[in-house]
């Protein structure tokens, strides 16, 4: 799973990004920037508390976690055919 992925399913589940920076510590600009695909990269601190909040809201609605992957890890397993 990657951030954009990740976002997507927070939103799905009824958060908007304005909530999601909230909650994250950061902008709504920064999360938009991920949502897009604008940028792949995050810091820890951002990384952390993204996985952190889908791990939680996951729980919340009986799903199980999939753990952040960073892009490149993502388009290195795709390319593996994993």
């Given at each position: 799973m ?7 399913d ?18 709504q600009s920064r999360i ?8 792949t ?6 990384g ?12 919340k ?6 753990q952040?992957?960073p892009?490149?890890v ?6 593996q055919?994993?």
């Amino acid at each position: 799973m990657n951030w954009q992925t990740l976002i997507s399913d927070l939103a799905n589940w009824g958060l908007t990004q304005v909530e999601i920076a909230k909650r994250c510590g950061c902008r709504q600009s920064r999360i938009s920037e991920l949502a897009n695909g604008k940028s792949t990269s995050v810091g820890f601190e951002l990384g952390a508390a993204l996985s952190t909040l889908h791990k939680s809201e996951s729980r919340k609605r009986g799903r199980r976690a999939v753990q952040a992957e960073p892009a490149s890890v993502t388009a290195q397993a795709a390319e593996q055919g994993g």
